[in-house]
């Protein structure tokens, strides 16, 4: 059973998995520096990240029927479709070397750095979250 917190839990706790990945990829790409033919790989989590943010806040303008659930303890519909995942994808335009590789030391160090001040707003903002409810505990065990 899971339980959430808040509807923006669940989206940042996407949204750190994303950056998670995001992170993987980059270090992979660095550790791939010197394979011959190795192409640059990128990650497309924003467009997952603002579907899972129309299925949190229930901002759906789709046509698709909704399952009534009178109880939290009914089981949910299953959608046909999952387009929830991130995408994986070779990097283009990039330049290539002599060996045929793609990845640039200079934008990989930039992504990491720019993955990483991210991954830690997310933390801080999912760490906020949390106390919020926490205090609400805290506040109505005191009466």
């Given at each position: 059973m899971s339980f959430e917190i808040s509807k923006t839990h669940s989206l940042l706790a996407a949204g750190m998995s994303a950056?998670?990945?995001r992170q993987e990829i980059i270090a992979g790409n660095i550790a791939n520096i010197d394979t011959p033919f190795y192409k640059a790989r990128g990650l497309d989590f924003e467009t997952a990240l603002m579907q899972k943010a129309k299925d949190v806040y229930q901002d759906d303008n789709s046509k698709d029927l909704k399952m009534a659930r009178t109880d939290a303890s009914h089981m949910r519909g299953i959608s046909e479709t999952n387009d929830k995942k991130a995408t994986i994808y070779l990097r283009d335009g990039h330049t290539q070397r002599n060996d045929g590789n793609t990845v640039d030391l200079?934008?990989?160090t930039t992504e990491l750095s720019k993955n990483a001040i991210m991954?830690?707003?997310l933390t801080a903002a999912l760490k906020k979250?949390?106390?919020i409810f926490k205090s609400v505990l805290d506040a109505s065990a005191k009466v």
């Amino acid at each position: 059973m899971s339980f959430e917190i808040s509807k923006t839990h669940s989206l940042l706790a996407a949204g750190m998995s994303a950056r998670s990945l995001r992170q993987e990829i980059i270090a992979g790409n660095i550790a791939n520096i010197d394979t011959p033919f190795y192409k640059a790989r990128g990650l497309d989590f924003e467009t997952a990240l603002m579907q899972k943010a129309k299925d949190v806040y229930q901002d759906d303008n789709s046509k698709d029927l909704k399952m009534a659930r009178t109880d939290a303890s009914h089981m949910r519909g299953i959608s046909e479709t999952n387009d929830k995942k991130a995408t994986i994808y070779l990097r283009d335009g990039h330049t290539q070397r002599n060996d045929g590789n793609t990845v640039d030391l200079d934008i990989e160090t930039t992504e990491l750095s720019k993955n990483a001040i991210m991954y830690s707003a997310l933390t801080a903002a999912l760490k906020k979250d949390s106390m919020i409810f926490k205090s609400v505990l805290d506040a109505s065990a005191k009466v």
